[in-house]
Nanobody, 120 residues
Framework: QVQLVESGGGLVQAGGSLRLACAASGSIFSIKQRGWYRQAPGKQRELVAL???????NYANSVEGRFTISRDNAKNTGYLQMNSLRPEDTAVYYC??????????????WGKGTLVTVSS
């Protein structure tokens, strides 16, 4: 069983920064892709950023240039550095990972989410 646990959320003023972390634990063969999604009140969950095992990244237009996704493979941990935060970034942020299993199948995993609140 694989678990993803987020940390680092909280309350910050507009213009401030936060760093989210996502620790993966359990029976992990290989992480193909990991990322962050967010869901604001009354809205659908949306992609924030993705990073592949090869290091390629993809960002939502709304966070490009302000957020940076990274990972530490040795620690099985992913990060989302969020700078120049805006009130519209307020949401629950979910960690995501696509794992490659030993039988070469893929499975998606999600964390339970961490709340980020940006005050104006």
């Amino acid at each position: 069983q694989v678990q993803l646990v987020e940390s680092g959320g909280g309350l910050v003023q507009a213009g401030g920064s936060l760093r989210l972390a996502c620790a993966a634990s359990g029976s992990i063969f290989s992480i193909k892709q990991r990322g962050w999604y967010r869901q604001a009140p009354g809205k659908q969950r949306e992609l924030v950023a993705l990073i592949t095992s090869g290091g390629s990244t993809n960002y939502a237009n709304s966070v490009e240039g302000r957020f940076t996704i990274s990972r530490d493979n040795a620690k099985n941990t992913g990060y989302l550095q969020m700078n120049s935060l805006r009130p519209e970034d307020t949401a629950v942020y979910y960690c995501y990972a696509k794992l490659l299993n030993r039988d070469f199948s893929y499975m998606d995993y999600w964390g339970k989410g961490t709340l980020v609140t940006v005050s104006s």
